[in-house]
């Protein structure tokens, strides 16, 4: 069972800046599709940004783009997203996907693996 575990949250306050980690453990495989998702209290789980190994692509969420930017270290089967001139809606519980299939996926169902998530509070 492949099992991602996030880090890095944290309270913030507006115009800052976090950057989240995401580690796989268990079993691996050789490449992945892998994506940051995040939930407010009341609201659906959005899609963030996604990172493909095969492809060696990203993809971004309007509301992010120019402000996130997500990598990957495959050697740590680690993602990373790093958070700049950060917005008080941008508070959330962040979680970390896998899926095995290559392509990006912007809906929850096109992942098969998740972490608990990390907490992202930014005060305006």
């Known amino acids: 069972q492949v099992q991602p575990v996030e880090s890095g949250g944290g309270l913030v306050q507006s115009g800052g800046s976090l950057k989240l980690s995401c580690v796989l453990s268990?079993?691996?495989?050789?490449?992945?599709?892998m994506a940051w998702f995040r939930q407010a209290p009341g609201k659906e789980r959005e899609f963030v940004a996604a990172?493909?190994?095969?492809?060696?692509?990203?993809y971004y969420a309007d509301s992010v783009k120019g402000r996130f930017t997500i990598s990957r270290d495959r050697a740590t089967n680690t993602l990373y997203l790093e958070m700049n001139s950060l917005r008080p809606e941008d508070t959330a519980v962040y979680h970390c996907?896998?899926?095995?299939?290559?392509?990006?996926?912007?809906?929850?169902?096109?992942?098969?693996?998740w972490g608990q998530g990390t907490q992202v509070t930014v005060s305006s």
């Open positions: 996907a896998a899926t095995t299939f290559p392509g990006i996926q912007t809906v929850p169902t096109g992942y098969d693996y």
């Open positions: 268990g079993r691996t495989f050789s490449s992945y599709t």
């Open positions: 990172f493909s190994d095969i492809r060696e692509s990203t």
